[in-house]
């Protein structure tokens, strides 16, 4: 195929190596990109490949990855180089291999090593709210357009534009009712809070984080923007895989605000919302209930 010999070459110009692919299997997990671990030249790479048409989402998450990246807290695969051909787009990281002997991913030290980091990355902060350029989340497009009042961004370009999405998708009624009520409400849960715009994954569930063979915690596949920290901390508690230690180790360094558990169903709620216009309605439930848990909460 064409493609692999562009990425040879362009792994080549980026490193200043000379590579060849030796060898290429097929790496499964993801349901977006389909995915690769190339070797040749006694290198190893990680290579996404996509329809053309992705080649912008492949460069936000080098993007994403260099701005975690630039904080020197929390390991992130290192993206070589990314480029278009012959109606593909792929992405090329450092592969880095991962530690699968242990069920749970991490031991509590390296649970802790990424509830530390985790705390230190939400440390490096940007004037305003949103990025320099959008994304995306898992498949669903990720508007960042910049904004210096959390709560309008939220309203805005994350539960607004999920509940714009899942109309077109078919997902009336109830929900948006609902949803329109959240939105219009979203002062009486947000108005005390007046985070700083922090440094975020986006996207930081189980599915998102590995442990290296000497057990080093990393991050990947993020959907960074400058956010609320408790957005991030939030995910870690939607879909499971972040132990105890690793809560301790970030409340050690970062304290929780009084309010967290009503802002984490709030700040959940765009990922379910996300869940459902990309997988469908046995999220829809979810998503109401959430709601309802919500508007109860504002009174």
């Keep these: 195929m064409p493609v692999w010999d562009d990425i040879s070459s362009a792994i080549s110009a980026a490193t200043g190596a000379s590579f060849a692919i030796q060898s290429r299997a097929g790496i499964a997990g993801g349901c977006i990109n389909a995915a690769y ?3 040749g ?3 190893s790479y990680f290579v996404k490949l996509n329809d053309a048409a992705k080649a912008a989402m492949f460069e936000a ?3 994403g990855l260099s701005e975690i990246a630039r904080t020197r807290t929390l390991r992130v695969p290192h993206p070589i180089c990314q480029g278009v051909n012959a109606g593909q787009a792929w992405l090329v990281l450092e592969y880095i291999e991962l530690n ?3 069920a749970s991913k991490g031991n509590a030290a390296s649970m802790r090593e990424l509830g530390a980091g985790l705390a230190r990355m939400h440390e490096s902060a940007a004037p305003r709210f949103g990025w320099h350029r959008d994304n995306t989340i898992g498949a669903t497009p990720q508007i960042n357009t910049q904004n210096a009042d959390w709560m309008t961004f939220w309203r805005d370009h994350r539960l607004g534009y999920q509940l ?3 109309a077109a998708n078919g997902h009336g009624g109830r929900l948006q009712k609902s949803g329109e009520r959240l939105l219009g409400g979203m002062n009486a849960l947000l108005a005390s809070h007046q985070p ?6 986006g996207d ?7 442990f290296a063979s000497d057990g080093q915690p990393l991050v990947f596949d993020p959907a960074v923007y400058y956010g ?3 957005a991030d901390l939030a995910m870690t508690e939607l879909f499971g895989g972040f132990s105890t230690d690793f809560h301790a180790a970030y409340r050690d360094r970062a304290s929780v605000d009084a309010g967290y558990a009503v802002r984490k169903t709030l700040y959940n709620l765009y990922h379910v919302l996300n869940h459902l216009n990309l997988f469908g309605g046995s999220y829809l439930a979810q998503a109401q209930n959430m709601i309802a848990q919500l508007l109860a909460e504002k009174g």
């Design 37 to 39: 671990r190339i070797d």
């Design 41 to 43: 030249c006694g290198q």
């Design 61 to 63: 998450e080098a993007a």
């Design 100 to 102: 699968r002997n242990n």
């Design 164 to 166: 714009r999405l899942a």
């Design 196 to 201: 700083r715009p922090s440094l975020l994954h």
């Design 204 to 210: 930081l569930w189980g599915g998102n984080i590995g």
């Design 228 to 230: 609320d920290r408790e």
